[in-house]
């Protein structure tokens, strides 16, 4: 077999759901006969005909709501949002309709809203966000960022069958650049479980989406300096995998928290009060953040090169944590 | 129908002037008084199948679909034997059992949720429609317009019914709208957009029939409006002094309970005794349902955290 | 003079800078003829007349959009949210138009949007939440959230006077509850700084909003039992005030995190990893975090106040870590 | 006019199909090839201190307020020297020094935003308007409705202009909305909603002209839909495949430009030499933009951490 990219990934996963469950349909703008922006959907519509494969009109809140809708009545819908920054025309009915029906009143809301998260395209401050945050603080809803293609088609299969919400950020710097070969049988990753992905014994870099390899990349460096980093690559924020993150700081003792989506109320956050709250005695340094600054997404390239997180700057953080 | 615009009548009286009053009921209120023969009229046909998403001045559907008066007043209270077990209040509920979906506070958003229901019934080739309740203020937003064209663009059956009672709140029509009636923003959709007296629930019935049947025939989404008036405050604790109170009297001779009692007194389908005896099993049944709703138990406290994702 | 209840200080901040300022207007719905659902903005219609005071259609995003738009020409409009949980359905104008304009293209937004938060009076999922931290997470806006009426009325002038796009929101429960005799000349409490309002040699307490009241309440049970908490009332979430934070934890060396938005990724997670990065050597004990469970607000009294962090929870907490 | 929608023409050209080939230009472009009448035929008679709420095929409307090529090509190369500074990217600027009103990529929300810029001018009792351009596409978003409605109830003086290409990025009219023409639901909101020939400038002109006066004179808001054609690609990655060839050949035909020259020449209003002269001047002064801007220093990385707030 070849290797599968992570867009790939991604519509392989959602087609296998289709094929499967006639309960899933997808809905979106430019879906159906674009195939997407960026082509996720892409053969769907000559697939599955159009009423599984729904082009809109431009209604962000109107497509979830929708999917919000028809998901009650039983039926399984994946929304795409066309760049995840467009999910903020649907903050209301994602926080307040799908997140708090089950709640309320025990109606299941089994949609997934997806979409094209991240910078790195030179996108600027409209098409680069990580929205992932406000969606963490939601509860009912799960958030899922995958960073692998093994990972993307397994969750988003685990997404499509969860009976609750998901929103699924996908990164797309990693659409194309990220590339594996995938097992032929059907799989699923399931929502909520971190993955080790380097283990090491030094210092925990926790991360998620396209820092994962901006960590993995940093561990290669530092290794030849004789630092050890784990790398933990979450995969899931809501829920998150609290045992295999204190497992890996009562191991390694110190703890980078490494996220691209701005400082100030990131995820890092509610890793950090974890940490200083259920691992504080095995903590050997400070708990370290590197984020992305607390400014919009600049879009001229030496800006953005800036603004993202680098692989230098783990390696910084990290030689001086270990120096501590 | 004279019994359910009778039943929810009384109902809401007794939880807005008494229980309210009583201090057995927090937070808001809002009840539909006047306003009966919209939601009575328009669910007087329904198939049990048929999705109906509620507003908040739609008790008369639960009422209709078999939700008792003691569920709902338990609700009200915050027992754990109302619909939402507490988690919500008032009427904010619904019931997947009898195809009622609950609405959320943010107006207009069951507009795209109802295009939604609809589509749903469409793609898998179902006969069923759904009807959507709103008020002429929700009509103002984002999400009625987005729900209004998706699903037209996408012929959902779903027939939009809209309470005009002529304010949102304090704010009077028209500083909500610059046109004369929320119908005329039907043609915005290319769906035809009705206009009847939201008092007359013969009126009603007829004009949503022919939408659902419309609808159900494949026909797309309709509109209809109903005009009525709010008989009350906005909710309970608002006492409607911008009101001009021959507004008030104006609709109190319209009422839609007294006009469908004389009509069919006229028509000799309604006689003394038979008016009597429902009037008294109205008052019985929901003294009974207060009575045991009042006995009803609270949640236990740590309930809060259930029920927040799948449990199996 | 007498005292001034918190909502009363409200109405008096704002018409005291519409009186100095006539670029001040304000907007909403129900807020003219009404005054306001919470009767905020009553007298204010007769005052300033309707070119001043202005009742909208129920359309939220509209609402801050058009206070944008008039900010950008040089107003400053001060829009009410009828309760904040609606401030959702503007999301998407306050976090990518508002928040972002001066950064892209130096167009100032001071604009105010203001609205009763919180839970406490039954008022369920809809009327009860707290969304500050959706705003937080947002840079290039300020976020306010007094507890005080003296603060109540210092900070809404100061947001007005503010350039920048201010979210302001107003504790429900307080409204009535709190009073305080105020002075009569003009002042303001600049956006960012904390206030100590207890101070105390054992437990840094780290709060806002309605909590610091259950603070005080649980400072003044412990007191008896020789238990010496600080009290920090934050005020302003976004910008916070660090160097008051961070001089109370290097004093008492424990911290409690204590607020009524719900748990994972609240504001406590922001406290948690920048104490544990720039004060991690002053720590004696693990960061406790006290908040609502992940769940929406319920509405029946039990579970909500099950659901309310209250007094005895902070004693709970103190207790153990001060004999950690 | 001519000469702008000349110049704009050349411009876009430019960066579509040379810069962004060339990878000097990053992320998305899109340009507003065979609408330039709309933009150029609005702004025309404007005041300077009318405010204009750009959308994202607007470039003619900087150009036309004096934005200089080079600002622009800055702008689109993330120069320091753009309007944006590098901050954003392509037609995401905006100048209020130019009183021009930069729009985020989500459509739609400039509609309620005009309505706020129109009413700080009547609270004021200022003479201005302001207009707004958003596309077909735009319509389908709530905000566009709550922006209509606002500006109509609170009677803003803004004149919204459609560009209707036709398309929403791949997804046609038809799939967008089920009325013919966006005007059509003007009447949702009891304002005008004219409907003109968006490649016959002359008629764009007049047609907003007469909105322009009626707001400017207190009479409110209004609509003015342009019916034109997207001649490219929906940005410059995409190839349009799903748009028929023929509705390509129909509108090449009625391209605004060559309309525009034929009717000047027809009148006696441009000759040969002149038509020659300035073609040659625009095609010069976009070639020493392209010369200049490619120069221009590009921001200091640390850049990107000032300006989120007022910094006095
Ligand atoms: C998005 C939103 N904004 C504000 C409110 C507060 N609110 C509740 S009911 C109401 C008036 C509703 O008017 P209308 O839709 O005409 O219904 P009516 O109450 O008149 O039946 C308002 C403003 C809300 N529930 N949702
Ligand atoms: C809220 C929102 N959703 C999606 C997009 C992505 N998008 C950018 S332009 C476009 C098509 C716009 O169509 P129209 O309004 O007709 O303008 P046109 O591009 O045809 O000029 C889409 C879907 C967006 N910018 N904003
Ligand atoms: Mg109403
Ligand atoms: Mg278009």
């Known amino acids: 077999m070849g290797l599968t990219t992570y867009v790939e990934a991604i519509r392989e996963g959602i087609r296998e759901e289709m094929s499967t469950d006639e309960r899933v349909f997808v809905l979106g703008e430019d879906v159906a006969v674009y195939g997407g922006a960026f082509k996720v959907t892409a053969g769907m519509l000559e697939e599955f005909g159009e009423n599984r494969v729904i082009d809109t009109p431009i209604s962000e809140s109107g497509i979830v709501a929708t999917a919000i809708g028809a998901a009650m009545m039983g039926m399984r819908p994946v929304a795409e949002m066309q760049f995840a920054d467009f999910i903020s025309c649907a903050f209301d009915q994602i926080t307040n309709f799908a997140a708090k029906c089950r709640y309320r009143w025990g109606a299941g809301v089994p949609i997934v809203v997806r979409g094209p998260s991240g910078g790195g395209i030179h996108g600027g401050p409209f098409h680069s966000q990580n929205p992932e945050m406000y969606f963490v603080h939601t509860p009912g809803l799960k958030v899922v960022c995958p960073a692998t293609a093994y990972d993307a088609k397994g969750l988003i299969k685990a997404a499509i069958r969860d009976p609750d919400p998901v929103i699924f950020f996908e990164h797309k710097f990693l659409y194309r650049r990220v590339k594996e070969e995938l097992p032929g049988a059907d799989y699923v990753v399931p929502l909520g479980e971190a993955e080790v992905r380097r283990a090491g014994s030094d210092i925990s870099v926790i991360t998620y989406g396209a820092m ?113 | 129908m004279l019994y359910y615009m009778k039943l929810t009548r009384e109902l809401e009286d007794r939880i807005e002037r008494k229980l309210y009053r009583q201090g057995k009921i927090l937070g808001g209120v809002y009840v539909g008084r006047g306003q009966e023969a919209i939601t009575v009229g328009a669910c007087m046909d329904l198939d049990g199948n048929d999705a109906i998403c509620v ?196 609709w109190e001779k319209r009422d839609p309970i007294t006009r469908l009692e004389t009509s069919m007194r006229d028509l000799g389908d309604l006689t003394e005794n038979k008016l009597a005896e429902m009037n008294g099993r109205v008052v019985a049944e929901v003294d009974e349902a207060v009575e045991l709703a009042d006995n009803d138990p609270y949640p236990d406290p740590e309930d809060c955290l259930t029920g927040v994702y799948f449990e199996g």
């Not at chain 1, 995820?267 to 953040?289: K, M, N, Q, S, Y």
């Not at chain 1, 590197?290 to 783990?314: C, G, K, N, R």
């Not at chain 2, 957009?193 to 022919?210: H, K, L, S, Y």
């Open chain 1, 212 to 324: 994962v390899f901006r960590a993995l990349d940093a561990a290669k460096e530092l290794e030849r300096e004789g630092i050890d980093l784990e790398v933990i690559d979450l995969r899931s924020l809501l829920p998150w995998d609290r045992h295999t993150v204190l497992e890996s700081v009562k191991k390694t003792n110190k703890v980078i928290l490494l996220h691209e989506a701005t400082r100030t109320g990131g995820f890092a956050g509610e890793l950090a009060a974890v940490i200083a709250e259920e691992a504080f005695e095995h903590l050997d340094g400070p708990i370290r953040r590197i984020t992305a600054p607390d400014t919009p997404v600049p879009y001229s390239p030496p800006m953005e090169e800036f603004f993202l997180p680098q692989v230098s700057d783990v390696v910084r953080v990290a030689r001086e944590l270990n120096d501590y």
């Open chain 2, 55 to 250: 507003s908040h001045r739609d008790m008369a559907a639960f009422l209709m679909r078999g939700v008792t008066p003691r569920q709902i007043l338990a609700q009200y209270m915050g027992r754990k034997t109302g619909l939402t077990r507490g988690k919500d209040g008032n009427m904010h509920m619904g019931s997947l059992d009898h195809n009622l979906i609950a609405f959320i506070s943010m107006l207009g958003d069951s507009i795209p949720i109802a295009a939604g229901v609809g589509l749903s019934y469409r793609l898998r080739g179902m006969k069923q429609v759904t009807v959507c309740f709103f008020g002429d203020g929700a009509s103002s937003r984002g999400d009625w317009h987005e729900g209004l064209n998706m699903a037209s663009v996408l012929k959902c059956p779903v027939v939009y019914v809209c309470n005009n009672n002529q304010y949102a709140y304090s704010t009077p029509l028209e500083q909500q709208m610059a046109v004369e009636n929320v119908a005329d923003r039907a043609s915005a959709y290319g769906m035809p957009g009705d206009i009847v007296d939201g008092n007359d629930v013969v009126a009603v019935w007829q004009a949503v029939n022919r939408a659902v049947e419309r609808a159900r025939g494949g026909g797309g989404p309709s509109m209809v409006e109903c005009k009525s008036f709010r008989m009350t405050g906005h909710s309970a604790h608002d006492d409607a002094r911008y009101v001009p109170k021959e507004l008030f009297e104006y």
